[in-house]
């Protein structure tokens, strides 16, 4: 049974930085596809990142350039540096994969 776990959400100031993590059991993590998606509050769930075993990324253009994916495949967690946080930025995060969601860490960007 695959579990994801999200931890690393909080509160901070426009600009500031966070970085999220999502442990991963029950999976053969080097091998799968991990994604970070997001839920403001109104909106649907959209994609904001993914990282193949492979190390290959994806990102959704309003996080080009602000937010990194990376994985530690000794570990089986898969993170989310993000940096020049907006407010537009405040959204409940959630990993994904296998068809399976975490339960989400929420991230809020004051102004």
């Known amino acids: 049974q695959v579990q994801l776990v999200e931890s690393g959400g909080g509160l901070v100031q426009t600009g500031g930085s966070l970085r999220l993590s999502c442990a991963a059991s029950?999976?053969?993590?080097?091998?799968?596809?991990m994604g970070w998606y997001r839920q403001a509050r109104g909106n649907q769930r959209e994609l904001v990142a993914t990282i193949t075993g492979g190390g290959n990324t994806n990102y959704a253009d309003s996080v080009k350039g602000r937010f990194t994916i990376s994985r530690d495949n000794a570990k089986n967690t898969v993170y989310l540096q993000m940096n020049s946080l907006k407010p537009e930025d405040t959204a409940v995060y959630y990993c994904?994969?296998?068809?399976?969601w975490g339960p989400g860490t929420q991230v809020t960007v004051s102004s």
């Open positions: 029950g999976i053969s993590f080097n091998f799968n596809t």
């Open positions: 994904f994969a296998r068809s399976t």
